[in-house]
């Protein structure tokens, strides 16, 4: 089994800046693209930010060039750095991941974590 475990969402004034982490763990898996996900109730989950196993990122435009997406390999850490940040950026953000594993499982599985709360207040 992959588990998701994000961190470091939180209460921030508008202009301010957040760093979420995503570590993901799991035995004889490989991770390839993670992706960072928001999630406003009554509206449909949106895609913020993807980064691919060899670092190849892309983002929503809502959030070109105020969020950078990144990844340590070495730990399975996926982070989602976020700055200039906007009441409207107010959402449960989700880590996923597309997992690679033994032949067993016929192809990529994928993870979710369990969400963490970012709050901009204006």
């Known amino acids: 089994q992959v588990q998701l475990v994000e961190s470091g969402g939180g209460l921030v004034q508008s202009g301010g800046s957040l760093r979420l982490s995503c570590a993901a763990s799991?035995?004889?898996?490989?991770?390839?693209?993670m992706d960072w996900y928001r999630q406003v109730p009554g509206k449909q989950r949106e895609l913020v930010a993807t980064?691919?196993?060899?670092?190849?990122?892309n983002y929503a435009a809502s959030v070109k060039g105020r969020f950078t997406i990144t990844r340590d390999n070495a730990k399975n850490t996926v982070y989602l750095q976020m700055n200039s940040l906007k009441p409207e950026d107010t959402a449960v953000y989700l880590c996923?991941?597309?997992?690679?594993?033994?032949?067993?499982?016929?192809?990529?599985?994928?993870?979710w974590g369990q969400g963490t709360q970012v709050t901009v207040s204006s």
């Open positions: 996923h991941a597309n997992v690679g594993g033994p032949v067993s499982w016929g192809g990529t599985r994928n993870y």
């Open positions: 799991g035995r004889s898996v490989s991770i390839n693209a």
């Open positions: 980064i691919t196993s060899g670092s190849n990122t």
